[in-house]
């Protein structure tokens, strides 16, 4: 009869299941909590991952509150906020993002696993002798190493959070501008058609006192060209509106059948000064942080490579032999790897490269945040001062020229078509404003994501 696995062997296998019992487990939400922490934190709206049919209902449901317009019934997107709120639920590509971390949440926890003991048997005879031979053996090199592996993946995995929540900024970033591009386009494109509706009556116009032989062949083509003109612009900004709005749905992840407010938001009375900015980039931004946890997380993958480059395999394990006629033995055996053709060499040097390229990446993420910010506030700033410019100087003189030539047409001193030619120069000056608008807001959503959120109040020095 062949003896059972004695105490101290079932007392091992029970101490390892406790071990086993204790180490990490898959967190209920993947880690999202903290990316939906800082995205509340820099945005004031949170991200919502739809993970499963219930939450995805959830999320359409909403984005339909979202769009809904009490007025009409119809769907509208009212505001760049519900706009950004509406691609943080819906945004396809945002959620593959999201399914990443759970990715790297179970990277981290596998990491963070007990080896798996190894188990195997031998049994041979010899005419009436029969030998058994039980071993159990353990990787005492990765039971050893178990630590500081964890710490690493730790680290990998708060990276890869830091890059998550980045590119929540980021798409929030994309969303506002392309909600401003679209708005700007649908405005000048209303503005375009009252154009081209008053080029199209000059040319009827024109055509009839041709065929009276009131203006000259001249005046008459001229006309014409502008009609023509007009005509080719409603059309180019129909493309754009269409294309603009196209770009905002996709960022959406819906359909374009929603309708736009039809003006860009007013100016700011003044723009708040905001305190120093190279300083809010160094501090906020998400991909600094990320590559300062990449690069500590190479620096523990360093020293755990020159700590293993001689030995990183190591077993241990328990042995018991039972034979015909004989006693019982047991013992322990130890298996390494012999760093005979292979010292470590490469491994060490690749990791040093790697860590030596995590640093310059660190480096040069520092000076693109501090440039990044400069040039985004420098833009802001210029932006608002030609939008006001517009605003308060040039399209009130443009209407006050414009009403000035209506008293000069109503007393005959000027003829209907110099009257026409003064409109399309006031239709040129209210068409740059619209752009000088939306610029504007563009380089204000632009500073927030250079800054990595809200730029915090303050002097700038």
Same mark, same amino acid.
């Given at each position: ?9 079932? /007392? ?54 979202? %769009? ?12 760049? =906020? ?28 596998? *990491? ?5 003991? $190894? ?42 959070? %830091?890059?998550?929540? *980045? ?5 929030? !970033? ?9 708005? !700007?386009?649908? &405005? ?8 081209? =509706? ?24 001229? +006309? ?15 493309? #754009? ?11 959406? $992840? ?9 003006? %860009? ?14 300083? &809010?980039?160094? #501090? ?5 942080? !990320? ?24 077993? %241990? ?13 047991? $013992? ?12 470590? +060499? ?6 040093? @490269? ?8 660190? @480096? !040069? ?19 608002? @001062? ?36 003064? @409109? ?7 068409? *740059? /404003?619209?752009?000088? &608008? ?9 500073? &927030? ?13």
């Amino acid at each position: 009869m062949i003896p059972q696995v004695s105490r101290p062997w079932r /007392a091992a296998a029970v101490a390892a299941c406790a071990l086993l019992a204790g180490c990490a487990q898959l967190s209920p939400d993947g880690g999202f909590d903290q990316v939906q922490q800082t995205s509340q934190q820099r945005l004031g709206q949170t991200p919502v991952w739809n993970r499963s049919p219930q939450q995805a209902q959830a999320s359409s449901e909403r984005v339909r509150a979202l %769009l809904h317009d009490p007025a009409s019934g119809a769907a509208r997107l009212a505001s760049a =906020d519900d706009a950004v709120q509406i691609a943080l639920l819906h945004n396809p590509d945002l959620q593959a993002d999201f399914a990443g971390l759970g990715v790297a949440e179970a990277d981290l926890v596998q *990491a963070g696993r007990l080896p798996n003991p $190894g188990f195997s048997f031998k049994r041979t005879h010899a005419g009436d002798d029969l030998k058994i031979e039980r071993s159990l053996s353990l990787g005492l090199m990765r039971l050893i190493t178990l630590p500081t592996t964890a710490r690493i993946e730790q680290r990998r995995f708060e990276q890869v959070r %830091l890059s998550l929540a *980045a590119r929540v900024l980021a798409l929030a !970033a994309q969303t506002r501008q392309a909600y401003y591009q679209a708005v !700007a386009a649908q &405005q000048g494109l209303q503005y375009q058609e009252q154009v081209a =509706d008053a080029a199209e009556a000059a040319h009827e116009l024109a055509a009839q006192m041709a065929r009276l032989g009131n203006i000259s062949q001249l005046d008459g083509a001229r +006309e014409q060209f502008f009609y023509g003109q007009a005509q080719a612009s409603l059309q180019q900004a129909r493309r #754009q509106a269409a294309q603009h709005k196209e770009t905002l749905a996709r960022l959406l $992840g819906l359909a374009p059948d929603f309708a736009l407010p039809a003006q %860009l938001p007013p100016l700011p009375r003044q723009l708040e000064a905001v305190g120093d900015i190279e300083q &809010q980039a160094l #501090q906020q931004r998400l991909d600094v942080q !990320a590559a300062r946890t990449e690069l500590e997380g190479l620096q523990a993958s360093l020293g755990l490579t020159r700590a293993t480059r001689f030995i990183n395999v190591l077993d %241990l394990g328990a042995v018991r032999t039972t034979e015909s006629g004989k006693p019982n033995e047991t $013992g322990y055996e130890i298996s390494l790897e012999i760093p005979l053709f292979d010292w470590g +060499e490469a491994r060490t040097a690749k990791a040093e @490269a790697t860590y030596l390229q995590g640093a310059h990446k660190l @480096a !040069a993420a520092l000076l693109d945040a501090r440039a990044q910010a400069r040039l985004a506030w420098r833009e802001r700033q210029d932006a608002y @001062a030609l939008a006001r410019r517009y605003q308060d100087e040039l399209v009130p003189l443009r209407q006050r020229i414009a009403e000035e030539n209506l008293l000069r047409y109503n007393g005959m001193l000027i003829s209907v078509f110099a009257l026409l030619a003064d @409109a399309r120069e006031q239709a040129a000056t209210v068409n *740059a /404003a619209i752009d000088a &608008q939306r610029d504007f807001w563009i380089a204000d959503a632009s500073l &927030q994501q250079a800054l990595g959120g809200r730029p915090q109040p303050g002097k700038q020095p």
